[in-house]
């Protein structure tokens, strides 16, 4: 990091479990070991049934809310801060990078900020949403045409979000890419690697590009970023 310009962090739901976020394939524990995400998140689990879609689906969205940032995600904002990363590409949708502080995040698998109408295209804040669900309207509809909303996350069958294809092109000339909690397994976002000259992989299980990294590191996000930071010589505040 410290011989390199062009460093970039992929992030996936691994960099987020410290924070109290399940992620999606861990034995055991993982949210895909116990769903089949093309029933149950997916854009036609949407349509057949928007009713069970929310049923399934909301509960875990809104545990992200009360959610706080973790260390790794701490170091990542300080490490882009401090000049060594360009900044943070992600595959989760909880928006604790920014909170944490990173400035440039590219959300490639979209956000719960903002959802919208798949009728007239109306936007609303993804509150407007839980709202409704909340006072028993399932599915949530547009306030305008009565057509049903969805949050403005990619999902399963879905095309890619706009920020996927500005973060390939931001790519260009990486040197070094961390990639953080990602089990490299749900296209098109594991082949983002193939865009860095040195990977290095920070990760408890093993990825499909584990042979192929410089560095793999098969342990929590949080401690490999304390550890990190304390050997650049910017330890995380409270360490």
């Not at 739901?13 to 993982?30: C, K, L, M, N, Y």
């Not at 990363?85 to 400035?103: C, E, F, P, W, Y």
């Not at 299980?205 to 050997?231: K, Y």
Request: glycine share 8%; aromatic share 8%; proline share 6%.
């Amino acid at each position: 990091m410290r011989r390199h310009d062009r460093n970039f962090a992929l992030t996936g739901a691994g960099v987020s479990t410290e924070s109290g976020i399940p992620d999606f394939r861990s034995p055991g524990t993982g949210l895909w070991t116990k769903y089949d995400p093309i029933q149950t998140a997916s854009l036609s689990a949407l349509k057949r049934d928007p009713a069970a879609f929310y049923n399934i689906n909301l509960s875990r969205w809104t545990v992200f809310s009360g959610a706080e940032p973790n260390d790794a995600h701490r170091a990542l904002a300080r490490l882009e801060e401090l000049g060594y990363l360009v900044g943070v590409i992600t595959q989760n949708i909880d928006g604790l990078h920014q909170r944490a502080g990173s400035k440039r995040v590219w959300e490639i698998h979209g956000h719960l900020r903002t959802c919208h109408c798949m009728s007239c295209e109306q936007s609303y804040p993804f509150s407007y949403l839980v709202e409704q669900f909340e006072k028993g309207q399932n599915p949530p509809l547009c306030g305008i045409c009565r057509g049903i909303l969805r949050p403005d996350v990619v999902l399963f069958e879905d095309r890619m979000s706009e920020d996927f294809f500005k973060a390939t092109r931001a790519l260009s000339g990486c040197q070094l890419l961390l990639v953080v909690g990602s089990s490299l397994q749900v296209y098109p976002a594991a082949g983002l690697p193939q865009f860095a000259r040195r990977v290095v992989i920070i990760n408890r299980e093993p990825t499909p590009w584990d042979e192929q990294a410089e560095l793999v590191i098969h342990n929590s996000a949080g401690q490999v970023f304390r550890d990190l930071m304390a050997e650049l010589g910017e330890p995380l505040t409270g360490q």
